[in-house]
């Protein structure tokens, strides 16, 4: 008897030996990439800048690559609500985000404990474009230029309300580096994301915004809302009646936005090739690029080791305007 129990336990050892051996689950044929849906996060409401290009984006991918790519909105916390669920997620191939100046550059300098790290937790993908955001005041606001609005600002300190799509996200980040420069002070009203802070803005409830031009031209050319200024270093195709701001008052003054794609750190190389290789692709095609520029965006298209050098040095930027503008984290 002692025999057969002593057979049976180096049997089940033997089992278990084995099944540690075992992966947890069988590789993937690179060839194959992608066998199914590529989940695509982006950290913000439907109907924003970002979302916008997101799913302009995804359409594309989607075509060529012969697989859906679902948008799962999570918008919060600027950003790092978002980011900190794809940090999280498989480094599968199967989970890309929507990274921006927002969730990798500033973040990482406003939050005393970060849910993520940046450079870290992701490995980079591409940069899909670049765009200087659009200055725009309601039209009950008499303001009709940068030097208007200072004028302004100074006269009435803290009653000119702004909106911005979140805490710490690049359209508050952008009145910030504007108020520090022009030696003026606006009341921050922040948003769960783009869209509810255009709403409100169009209703009169907020009286400034510095946001995406994707979102904000629709409603300029209706009339709902009035664009002083960009905040590129030259004007937009798209819209080049607008002077920037620094031509229009405020020399020297510069900032805009980004859409890139990253994916948890530990990506296969492979589908961070493939997934590369498509975003050039697809950002240089005629359909897309005449897309984004027409909303006063510059398309980029990058590749993963450009993308992460760009990630490092907007991280290294934003900290020294943060630090200059004495912004304590939080």
């Not at 659009?134 to 006269?155: G, T, Y």
């Not at 520090?180 to 769960?192: C, D, L, N, S």
């Not at 009035?226 to 405020?250: C, F, H, Q, W, Y």
């Not at 027409?294 to 943060?322: D, H, L, N, Q």
Request: with cysteine.
């Amino acid at each position: 008897m002692n025999k057969l129990l002593s057979s049976c336990r180096l049997a089940l050892a033997g089992c278990v030996f084995a099944a540690g051996l075992a992966p947890a689950q069988a590789a993937e044929d690179p060839a194959k990439y992608p066998s199914k849906p590529i989940r695509f996060i982006v950290p913000f409401p439907p109907g924003g800048g970002n979302d916008t290009i997101a799913r302009l984006v995804g359409q594309q991918m989607a075509a060529s690559l012969g697989q859906q790519v679902p948008i799962d909105n999570r918008p919060g916390a600027a950003g790092a609500l978002g980011a900190q669920l794809a940090a999280n997620s498989p480094a599968d191939g199967y989970t890309i985000f929507l990274a921006g100046v927002g969730s990798h550059g500033l973040n990482p300098n406003l939050a005393k404990k970060p849910l993520y790290d940046p450079v870290k937790d992701f490995d980079a993908v591409s940069l899909i474009a670049s765009a200087p955001l659009l200055v725009v005041v309601h039209p009950s606001l008499p303001v009709k230029s940068v030097k208007e609005l200072i004028a302004l600002a100074k006269a009435k300190p803290g009653v000119i309300n702004y909106a911005s799509n979140g805490t710490g996200g690049s359209s508050h980040m952008a009145v910030e580096l504007f108020d520090m420069m022009a030696g003026t002070k606006m009341t921050h009203i922040p948003y769960k994301g783009l869209a509810p802070a255009l709403t409100e803005l169009m209703a009169g409830e907020v009286q400034v915004m510095f946001s995406s031009a994707v979102a904000m031209l629709p409603q300029v050319k209706a009339g709902r809302l009035r664009a002083i200024a960009m905040t590129g270093n030259k004007r937009s195709p798209a819209i080049p009646d607008v002077p920037t701001v620094a031509e229009a008052g405020l020399k020297g003054y510069e900032t805009g936005s980004w859409y890139g794609v990253v994916a948890p750190a530990g990506t296969p190389k492979y589908a961070i090739d493939r997934l590369s290789a498509e975003i050039i692709r697809i950002t240089k095609s005629p359909q897309v690029t005449d897309r984004l520029v027409s909303e006063a965006v510059i398309p980029v298209g990058s590749t993963p080791a450009e993308f992460s050098a760009y990630i490092k040095s907007e991280i290294a930027r934003w900290g020294k305007v943060i630090k200059q503008a004495k912004i304590q984290p939080s």
